[in-house]
């Protein structure tokens, strides 16, 4: 090895280190795919509700309350689970790849990523909140797509900088959404889960294909 190259390869490893020490690049993008896989589970789920209780309502041609507080509480019940199942299943690829790359899972670093997801997503939250409490549920759908992107592109100031387009996307099919309220679970469905499917593989290709780092 030239000198030179050894000058190179000492820059290369610096830099490495300092990615290493300020942003956290332990996110595996089977996360993404684990979540897209569970979002579209969950989308298939909350189209069955509401068919069936459609179909209800149109064979009947009355309003039901008790009918549609049911199918109010199964779908923010299927919510819940998969996000649970999203985060379970994150948090399970994102150990993995950190463990087999000799990373810490928890620094300095992961709290920053974790601060700054989690602002606006508590702030969507609360907001989702409000529109429920005030029968506004159309709005839900487009408001969680715009929130949730919100939070991805203040997060990747701190992990992997494509975190940033994933979440430009989330916020314009959001947007897009608000002009097409009823059909906020086709928008749901595109933004939780196909998006992180394809962006999920992408980044295994890049980062984790070839075992990568960097």
């Not at 579209?40 to 209780?53: D, K, P, Q, S």
């Not at 508590?122 to 949730?148: K, Q, R």
Request: hydrophobic share 50%.
């Amino acid at each position: 090895m030239t000198e030179d190259q050894q000058h190179l390869q000492t820059l290369t490893d610096i830099k490495r280190i300092m990615e290493r020490s300020s942003r956290f690049i332990s996110l595996s993008g089977l996360s993404g795919v684990s979540a897209g896989l569970c979002a579209l589970v969950g989308a298939w789920l909350a189209r069955v509700w509401l068919v069936a209780y459609y179909e209800r309502w149109d064979s009947t041609g009355v309003y039901n309350d008790a009918d549609y507080a049911d199918l109010k509480v199964k779908l923010i019940v299927t919510a819940l689970v998969v996000m649970a199942a999203a985060i379970t299943g994150g948090l399970f690829f994102t150990w993995r790849r950190a463990r087999r790359n000799n990373l810490p899972i928890w620094d300095v670093t992961t709290r920053k990523v974790l601060i700054n997801l989690c602002i606006p997503l508590a702030a969507g939250g609360a907001f989702a909140a409000g529109l429920l409490y005030n029968h506004m549920e159309a709005v839900v759908a487009p408001t969680c797509l715009v929130f949730y992107g919100l939070a991805l592109v203040n997060a990747s100031k701190y992990t992997l900088p494509e975190l940033r387009y994933l979440g430009v996307l989330e916020v314009l099919l959001g947007i897009g959404n608000l002009f097409l309220l009823r059909k906020g679970l086709y928008f749901w469905a595109v933004g939780f889960g196909v998006l992180h499917i394809i962006y999920g593989i992408a980044m295994w290709l890049k980062y984790e294909r070839k075992g990568s780092i960097q």
